[in-house]
């Protein structure tokens, strides 16, 4: 693959969250917790770069100013802007919605959560699919509400996302919370994040991913990375995990 395969596609990075579910009374946002002397923000442009993105936009909000000067000390060639979203104590959405102009650019968008620790072999895997939109999913998926389902039928279709899943289908596994989306579906992914910043603000993103899902499932496609390494945090056992089982295998890879 070329370093400039993918030099089209705009990154969009969610950062702009308290974290309190971390209770260890950091006052850093997620994205520049450090593993091994480096940021996830610094790991996430490594990937982006790696994978032949060029342009990353960040979507602040909580000690925006933290992110900013990290962003601007960073060695790399990403093209970095920040987002602001003054209204961070809502639902993830308002962040959403906030990057909108990136959204409605007509290129395609890599939408990420910024709170993941994981092998960059992902973005490649998620850039290089061949469906119109692509997701990740993890069959290993982890127990209780809090992860993110994505269900499947039969047939392969998506038939549902969330963390409380209507419909079950025949198997489901754990997205990875990195999306690639086409330039007419980050349009209308801009679209719904308006509408709920609108009508129900305290709503997560992916709903409104779930709808475009839900009515198209045809336009979307899911890359297995079961076999990769990966870990979202949200919570202090997280850290830990990230830290002594996610890393060492990471570093491994080097």
Not at 111 to 128: K, P
Request: hydrophobic share 45%; glycine share 10%; with cysteine.
């Amino acid at each position: 693959m070329s370093s400039d395969h993918h030099r089209d596609v705009a990154a969009v990075l969610l950062a702009a969250g308290v974290g309190r579910r971390l209770g260890q009374g950091d006052p850093r946002p997620k994205v520049l917790l450090e593993f091994a002397g480096r940021s996830l923000l610094e790991r996430h442009c490594d990937a982006l770069t790696h994978a032949g993105v060029g342009e990353l936009a960040i979507v602040v909000g909580f000690e925006a100013g933290q992110i900013r000067a990290a962003a601007g000390a960073l060695s790399t060639p990403l093209a970095i802007r920040l987002i602001e979203n003054p209204r961070f104590t809502e639902g993830s959405v308002v962040s959403l919605a906030a990057a909108g102009p990136v959204l409605r650019a007509g290129r395609p968008v890599a939408l990420m959560d910024g709170d993941v620790l994981y092998d960059r072999e992902m973005l490649t895997r998620m850039l290089a699919s061949p469906a119109e939109n692509a997701l990740l999913v993890d069959r290993e998926l982890e127990p209780g509400d809090e992860p993110v389902k994505l269900c499947f039928g039969d047939d392969g279709r998506i038939v549902d996302f969330r963390k409380r899943p209507e419909h079950p289908g025949a198997w489901h596994g754990e997205s990875v919370g990195f999306f690639r989306f086409s330039p007419a579906m980050a349009g209308a992914l801009a679209d719904r994040g308006d509408h709920y910043v609108a009508k129900a603000p305290n709503t997560e993103y992916e709903e409104a991913i779930r709808d475009l899902m839900l009515a198209e499932p045809g336009r979307f496609g899911a890359e297995d990375v079961t076999d990769l390494a990966w870990t979202e945090i949200d919570f202090a056992e997280d850290v830990v995990k990230a830290r002594e089982v996610i890393l060492p295998k990471l570093e491994a890879l080097t």
